[in-house]
T-cell receptor
C-alpha cells in the first residue's frame, strides 16, 4: 500500500511568513508523529497524535508551532512568523498504534524541506 | 536526559569489507531499538528493530544488530558491504511507556566500488 506522503516536498518562504506542512499517514494508522531534522542531526520529536488529539506536544519549540489532525488522518503542521532557525526538514511518521511496551514501528514520509530566507 | 550516541559520524569502506556501526543509549528502563537507513535522495526506511526476545536481530539486506543490555548498546553489523549500502544510518531508541523516538546523529557510510 501507499506509504506516508508529505506535501510540499520543498517550501521556501521569507522570514515572518506563515507556512503549513501537510502529512498523509498510512491508511489505518492511528498514531502520527512530527519530527524535525536539522542539518547534520538526527530527527527530533515535535508532537504525537493518537487519533485526533495531540497526546504529546512537548517537542514543539515554542508557541509559533502548532499542529492539527481534525479527522484523525491527515495532519497539518503550522508555523507562524517563521524564523531562519526554523529551516530544516520536517518529517512525518505514522504507526498502527502504541503498544504497552513502547512505541510501535514508525514509518516515515519523505519530509518537507523548509527554507526560511 | 535520554540520549543516543553514534560514535562514527563518517565511515568509508571498500566493497566486501565488514561493517560495524556503534550505537549507545542512556536510559535505565526497557527500550525498543531501531536502525533506520536513508539512501541518497530517499526517505528513512526501517532496517531492523528489537522489541524483546533474541538480542541478535536480523534485518533486511543482510544487516543484523545485537542488543547488549549491560552495555546499553545496539550495534549494527554487516559481514560484507556493497556499494549500494552507501547511505546514512540512524539508530533510534523508543523508551518503554513512551512513543517518541530518540535518534542518534547518524553515520554516513560510503562504500567504494
Amino acid at each position: 500500500g501507499a506509504g506516508v506522503s508529505q506535501t510540499p516536498s520543498n517550501k521556501v518562504t521569507e522570514k515572518g511568513k506563515y507556512v503549513e506542512l501537510r502529512c498523509d499517514p498510512i491508511s489505518g494508522h492511528t498514531a502520527l508523529y512530527w519530527y524535525r531534522q536539522s542539518l547534520g542531526q538526527g530527527p527530533e520529536f515535535l508532537i504525537y497524535f493518537q487519533g485526533t488529539g495531540a497526546a504529546d506536544d512537548s517537542g514543539l519549540p515554542n508557541d509559533r508551532f502548532f499542529a492539527v489532525r481534525p479527522e484523525g488522518s491527515v495532519s497539518t503542521l503550522k508555523i507562524q512568523r517563521t524564523e531562519r532557525g526554523d529551516s530544516a526538514v520536517y518529517l512525518c511518521a505514522s504507526s498502527r498504534q502504541t503498544s504497552g511496551q513502547g512505541a510501535d514501528t514508525q514509518y516515515f514520509g519523505p519530509g518537507t524541506r523548509l527554507t526560511v530566507l | 536526559a535520554q540520549s543516543v550516541s553514534q560514535h562514527n559520524h563518517h565511515v568509508i569502506l571498500s566493497e566486501a569489507a565488514s561493517l560495524e556501526l556503534g550505537c549507545n543509549y542512556s536510559y535505565g528502563g526497557t527500550v525498543n531499538l531501531f536502525w533506520y537507513v536513508q539512501y541518497p535522495g530517499q526517505h528513512l526506511q526501517l532496517l531492523l528493530k528489537y522489541f524483546s526476545g533474541d538480542p541478535l536481530v536480523k534485518g533486511i539486506k543482510g544487516f543484523e544488530a545485537e542488543f547488549i543490555k549491560s552495555k546499553f548498546s545496539f550495534n549494527l553489523r554487516k559481514p560484507s558491504v556493497q556499494w549500494s549500502d552507501t547511505a546514512e544510518y540512524f539508530c533510534a531508541v523508543g523508551p518503554s511507556g513512551t512513543y517518541k523516538y530518540i535518534f542518534g546523529t547518524g553515520t554516513r557510510l560510503k562504500v567504494l566500488a
